[in-house]
């Protein structure tokens, strides 16, 4: 079994580097031949736990291979999965399309024997229908079947969701097709994955359904948080008193600054969009969309007001800019909201994040970036964890009071305990959790 993937962002490089460690000999396809040339020297353009491993000892085994040249790839493959961006478009809010379809022409005229050509991307219902339209106009000759197989692997646990997700869903049309396909996820048949096999709209669908539903499990939460803090209760055990009941389920209901990334932020838009326009406009996720944009600009009013109502001429010390910790990813991420909106408020910014430095300075100006989560406490009058790394969830309190001039801590992730933090003699501010004097 051969694979072409056509795309090596965060789905393309972690599947295919997945799927060759299933065994399967993956050709890993990119334009950017500058990555393709990092890849072959083994350096990897993301930062995710495990995946430079995995990428090594796959490539030493010869079962995994980088190229641009897509038309060698897809002419020996059995099966080519799109995994291609698929950003907001400008203006409307629909995933913009137009990398899929580019990919689908090439990958038509290059089509030797029977292939399976997959969709991984996230797509909107209608483009798996839309991509066999194109490859048919293109090679009428072809023998091709077009399978929805959309990813729900999380950037910083994307090795473990590939290998050993809650299922994995296949929208084939033919018996053919599912053969391949279960030839492919063979390895998690055997740890008995549950597969949902459906048609490849019902599929891509699902992706949507899946992505906005967290969107709104996280957004309930965080407005449940809110009135936590109007009614002096804690939304950590509440969390915990309904997550427990098994229809309700625990994760994904840590009250946090807003839901950012590559994915909920665009797709929730995009179901919107496709919602609204199939004329059953899907109001909970328009609320959802609406609630998540504001409260990021809302952390910078609760950061002012943990400071005494101004932070003019203050200095902010940040700990965490990515939107989540184990990436370098900073898209949508709340601190790109968060960090203007204090320094428009008269606050000069230090902020500290272990792997997103370099993503940020693209993105965030006019801030100093520390190399240590100590350095950027350094004379700082309060002190703001935006993203909830490992390393800062022992921090040595005696230190950070002994750094900072003023003892006053935002906890935008509920990292620390508001009793403990009142013991330390610190003025913690956390998200839906009742403040101890
Ligand atoms: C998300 C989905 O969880 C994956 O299943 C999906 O495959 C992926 O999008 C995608 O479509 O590619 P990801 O964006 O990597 O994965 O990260 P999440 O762990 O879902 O976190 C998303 C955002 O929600 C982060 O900003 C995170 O901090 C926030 N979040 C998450 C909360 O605020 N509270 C929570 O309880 C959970």
């Not at 038309?71 to 698929?86: H, M, N, P, S």
């Not at 949902?196 to 539903?213: G, P």
């Not at 809302?298 to 932070?311: E, R």
């Not at 940040?318 to 990436?327: A, R």
Request: aromatic content about 6%.
């Amino acid at each position: 079994m051969r694979i072409a993937m056509i795309g090596t962002g965060y789905v393309g490089l972690v599947s295919g580097a997945c799927f060759s460690e299933f065994g399967v000999h993956v050709t890993c396809v990119d334009k950017d031949a500058g990555k393709i040339e990092r890849l072959h020297k083994g350096e990897i353009p993301i930062y995710e736990p495990g995946l430079d491993k995995l990428v090594e000892q796959n490539v030493k085994a010869g079962r995994l291979t980088f190229t641009t040249d897509l038309k060698a790839a897809v002419a020996e493959a059995d099966c080519v999965f799109i995994a291609v961006g698929t950003p907001s478009r400008r203006g409307d809010g629909h995933a913009d399309l137009s990398y899929v379809y580019a990919a689908a022409k090439e990958i038509a005229e290059s089509l030797t024997g029977y292939t399976v050509v997959v969709t991984k991307s996230t797509v909107p219902v209608g483009t798996g229908r839309a991509v066999e339209k194109i490859i048919r106009e293109t090679r009428p000759d072809a023998e091709f079947d077009v399978v929805s197989n959309p990813e729900f692997l999380r950037e910083g646990s994307a090795i473990n969701d590939f290998m050993r997700p809650d299922r994995v869903v296949i929208g084939a049309r033919t018996d053919a097709a599912k053969e391949v396909m279960k030839q492919l996820y063979r390895p998690l048949y055997l740890i008995e994955t549950p597969i949902v096999f459906t048609t490849v709209e019902t599929s891509e669908l699902i992706k949507y359904a899946a992505n906005t539903f967290l969107a709104a499990k996280i957004t309930f939460i965080n407005e449940i948080a809110d009135l936590c803090e109007k009614l002096g209760t804690d939304v950590h055990d509440v969390a915990k008193g309904i997550g427990l009941d098994g229809r309700i389920g625990k994760k994904f209901l840590h009250a946090g600054p807003g839901y950012g990334g590559s994915c909920f932020p665009k797709d929730t838009l995009a179901l919107v969009r496709t919602a609204q326009e199939a004329g059953a406009p899907l109001r909970i996720i328009e609320t959802v969309v609406d609630i998540n944009d504001k409260r990021k600009r809302a952390m910078a009013d609760k950061i002012i007001a943990a400071c005494g109502g101004s932070v003019q001429g203050k200095t902010i010390a940040i700990l965490g800019l990515t939107f989540k910790p184990n990436t370098d990813d900073m898209r949508d991420s709340p601190s790109l909201d968060i960090v203007p909106a204090l320094i428009d408020a008269g606050a000069t910014v230090k902020a500290y994040d272990p792997e997103g430095a370099h993503e940020a300075q693209k993105l965030l100006s006019g801030i100093t970036y520390g190399n240590s989560t100590y350095e950027v406490m350094e004379g700082a009058d309060a002190l703001v964890l935006i993203t909830e790394w490992n390393e800062f969830r022992a921090l040595d309190f005696n230190k950070v009071k002994s750094l900072l001039k003023s003892p006053i801590l935002v906890d935008l992730r509920n990292v620390y305990e508001p009793e403990t933090m009142a013991k330390a003699g610190i003025h913690y501010t956390g998200v839906g959790r009742p403040s101890i004097a």
